[in-house]
């Protein structure tokens, strides 16, 4: 069985005292495989993301992330290593209204070096070649000003920025929730069979319990959480 | 860092319309502070190049301020006048090297013309001990012959032996108040200079005598033209009044109780003063209405500067989620102070930088009608180190302002973890 690349064990959150959220005694991510973890709209998916990219800290408990302790590590530190080691897709407006889609996609790169060194050939030839990949090859609509593309699109452009510079964890928070039924099928497809090649560990949390079946393993987040607070 | 400049001039380049308003706030008021500055030591340098070299002035008892405005700027006029035997008195005093009597109250066209002797020419002195240069010509020698300043010739299209019909008083020519029956010639142009003399129509003590034969009671005599110009020149011409007298020492050392005696003088009451002295006194009068001007103005600057804090914080909800996109691409929190603070500095300094730009146009524009408004130059307002400084501030003030909306960003990325719960 492959490493844990994530660890999470005796979590535990509340964003306001007494009020917990978060109660998790344990939850693993393997590297490379593609786990589902389902959970209603508001059992705190969100905020053990939050807490696994170490843009949260959490209240107590043991969160490893590569290796590494992120309870341990200055608040800079932890930013280096999502800068350098995660992608992250959202819901919806995932992508800066000022910035141009090939903009958008590179934008990692300017917070991590790492991942730009990952890179072989230019940084936009490399943005291209991911979009591509993810369907989207139309040089008018690469052209286009974000706000003016599809949400499908927009989340196309999400994935290929969370993709770039070969991360090892890819995290995607209901990243199909906006989209109709055949698009959200060709998106988990595409943006799984990217990280697949890749090698990236993809963790994909959304309350469609029927999204199970394209993942390697399902985790429901109810489950393992004890607090089971519905805030 | 650099990452995060480029970043925040293409956030600001997608907010133009709010940014140019801004901007523009910050230019004006930027641009206000230094026309306020520069008009005042433009103003205060240009007056004080007028005349150098000329040690005393002396007239009748009045406001020492005014009596330099008449008899240097030629603003406002004369209440009273000196009597031709002072002057001769003043003249032949034993510390006095030499005294230049001028005559004023005439115009032509709206230039003021001055009666002098030609000793003038020689001894009145303008910038850093510069003297007059008559570019075209020479000066007066004949009774009706005039010299005239650069502005004079260039305004009114005159060259030499143009002929030239004074008026009495200061307003513009009216019937029946014009000096017609002695017209005189112009023999001699100066070269420009930048003070009032470019505005001055130089002629003979005797001619302004001359031309107000006929004239005594202050208004023409019916007769007046009946006298020939030749009957005119067998008059004895010499002035029986002048209105102040240019003087030079022999010693700067005695020049406080040169002034002293002339104050005290037992026959007619006179009044001397020092010409950089008056004008002293004439900016601590209006150091107080500077200084009040200056203060409006700085304050206007902080309006821009708040301005600038304002866009930035009302555009601050609608950036939330651009901020947590960036935190989750691997923005520190440093990184989002630091875009803040970057877009508001930008801001801060390409609206300095305009508001510089707009108010050397304006000087340039403004520049010359001042200068051909009132006979003197705006000097030194050209581009100097109170522009640098300016910018310097205004940037800096503006980076301070940017560091509230960027804190106020710092704590919320802080609260709204990774995704902003919509």
Redesign the interface.
Known sequence: MAEPVVSVSNLRFAWMPGNEVLDISDFQLRAGERLFLRGASGSGK??L??II?G??EADSGEVIVLGQDLATLK??VR??L???H?G?I??M???????SVI?NVT??L???PKRRAAISGSEDDEARRLLSRLGLTDETLLARRVSDLSVGQQQRVAAA?ALIGGPEIVIA?EPTSALDADARDQFIDLLSEEARRTGAALLFVSHDAGLATHFDRAVDLGEINRAGVSA | MSAILSLAWQSLMNRKGSVLLTLLAVALSVALFLGVDKARTGAREGFGNTISGTELIVGAPTGSVNLLLYSVFRMGSATAEISWPTYQEIATRPDIDWAVPISLGDSHRGFRVMGTTPEYFDRYKFGRNQDLVIAQGEPFDDLFDAVIGADVARELGYSINSPMVLSHGLGQADFGSSHENRPFRVVGILAPTGTPVDQTVHVSLEAITAIHVGWETGAKNPLADSISEETVRSFDLTPKTVTAILVGLKRKGTILTTRREINTNKGEPLMAIIPSQALAELWSVTAIAERALLAVSIFVIAVGVVSILTSILTSLNERRREMSILRAVGARRSHIFTLLVLEAGLVGLLGALLGVLLIHVLLAVIGPLVSAHYGISLIGTGPGLIDLYTLLAVTGAALVAGAIPAWMAFRRSLADGLSLRL
């Not at chain 1, 407006?93 to 910035?99: G, T």
């Open positions: 969100s905020t993301l939050g990219a843009v949260l608040p800079a930013d280096r999502r800068a350098d995660l992250v959202f819901q407006f995932n992508l800066v209204p000022y910035l903009g934008l990692p300017r917070f991590s920025r928070d």
